[in-house]
């Protein structure tokens, strides 16, 4: 069954309608689920999930990959990367969330939002929000992650903001050669900058990334950028 609107969409209409009704965020999920056709939103996001692009993107993803993730807000690129995290969690892999924007409540939200019980990972994720991340204290927290963890920074632009942070080119720099040292994935969720106009072009791409400061970013292994439901997937070097 065809979902009226991308998952990311429906989400957002199911945080508005429960604001709205004053009801708990998941009656309102599943409200919409039975719009949709389905008994509940564990049962529509379950079958999103099985036709979602993440699980034919991950197979694409190597050890050592550094990886951007960008789109405007609301275009479900926390949800995309998440949906990444589950892949390599379902092959054994451990998931580390580090943010700077999120709760935890939140992202067990976002867990729900994509069908997921955060329970069925018990041991596998791990979640951090604190106020210290950049990357040495990234480097620091990962010293015993074994080969192939899925680590998710949310996100890119966040870790130019402290004065007293190294600056980013030197941070990404340091997180490349980490992971490809120890053999980790990680997942640089990004901002992209007001002027793109998806009128103009299907996708935002490496040209609108929004830099506060100097970047390269060809130290980018790879990149998927999101727009209106949809997903572009490429090697970034």
Known sequence: MKLSAPVYRLKREARLLSRKDNIPLHQALDRLAAREGYGSWSLLAARASATAPAGKLFPLLSPGDLVLVGARPGQGKTLMSLEL?????????????????????????????????????????AFDCSDAINADYIMERLAPAPRGTFVIIDYLQL?????????????????KSFARDRGLIIVFISQIDRSYDPSRKPFPDLRDIRLPNPLDLKLFDKTCFLNDGEARFQAAG
């Open 85 to 125: 995290a589950v892949e390599a969690m379902k092959a054994g892999n451990r998931g580390v969330f580090f943010t700077l924007e999120y709760t935890e409540k939140d992202i067990l939200e976002r867990f729900r939002a994509i069908g997921v019980e955060r329970e069925r990972f018990n041991g596998l994720f």
């Open 159 to 175: 870790l130019d903001q402290k004065r007293e942070n190294p600056a980013l080119a030197v941070q990404v720099r340091a997180l």
